[in-house]
């Protein structure tokens, strides 16, 4: 779960970094780096939800 936890940071960092480069910079290309990140970044807390219920039982 720990390996779950550092890929979401990781993905969210990517998330901020182009998000904010979309809104600042007006970078288009960025914004649709900033949509795939927030895909998986979903995909991943989806995961994440799974594994924390399981370890809570």
């Known amino acids: ?16 970094a182009n998000a904010d480069a979309q809104v600042v910079k007006g970078n288009k290309a960025a914004g649709g780096r900033a949509r795939k990140a927030a895909l998986s970044l979903m995909k991943d807390l989806k995961d994440f939800r799974k594994a924390s219920v399981e370890a809570s039982k």
Request: charged share 45%; hydrophobic share 50%.
């Open 1 to 16: 779960m720990n390996a779950l936890v550092e890929k979401i940071k990781k993905e969210i960092e990517e998330f901020v």
